[in-house]
């Protein structure tokens, strides 16, 4: 049976490399942003501390606009697969979050 499912934002609201959306999953802090057309959700952890990603409420992107950047130590994860790819906590991932979009709309799908 699908989960049930939340509102988190209208998708006009997550441009690709741009600013993310901040939320609650499961009481848990978690983020959205637009990758390459797709919407990916994760919990705003990073794999080193246990720390929030974003230096600003919602800047989740680096400079080039290619990865995401934990504020911290500068850990750099793929927006895609929230792998971790160069600093402390390299090889380590993110914990995903499922989100679908829909008819100009993000949901947040609760398991
Ligand atoms: S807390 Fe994120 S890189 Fe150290």
Same mark, same amino acid.
């Given at each position: 049976? @699908?989960?049930? #499912? +939340?509102?988190?934002?209208a998708?006009?609201?997550? +441009?690709a490399?741009?600013?993310?959306? *901040?939320f609650? @999953?499961?009481?848990?802090?978690?983020?959205?942003? *637009?990758?390459?057309? #797709?919407?990916?959700?994760?919990?705003?952890?990073? *794999?080193? &501390? @246990?720390? #929030?990603?974003?230096?600003?409420?919602? +800047?989740?992107?680096?400079?080039s606009?290619l990865? %995401?950047?934990?504020? $911290?130590?500068?850990?750099?994860?793929e927006?895609? $697969?929230? %792998?971790? &790819?160069?600093?402390?906590?390299?090889? *380590?991932?993110?914990?995903?979050i499922? %989100?679908?979009?829909?008819?100009?709309?993000?949901?947040l &799908?609760? $398991?």
């Amino acid at each position: 049976m @699908a989960g049930a #499912e +939340r509102l988190i934002c209208a998708a006009a609201d997550l +441009r690709a490399g741009d600013n993310g959306v *901040r939320f609650e @999953a499961a009481g848990q802090a978690a983020f959205a942003v *637009r990758w390459q057309g #797709e919407v990916f959700g994760w919990l705003n952890q990073c *794999r080193h &501390v @246990a720390l #929030e990603l974003d230096w600003n409420p919602g +800047r989740f992107f680096d400079d080039s606009g290619l990865y %995401l950047i934990c504020a $911290t130590h500068g850990a750099l994860y793929e927006p895609d $697969t929230g %792998l971790c &790819v160069s600093g402390p906590c390299h090889g *380590r991932a993110l914990f995903p979050i499922q %989100l679908v979009e829909r008819d100009g709309y993000v949901y947040l &799908v609760e $398991t």
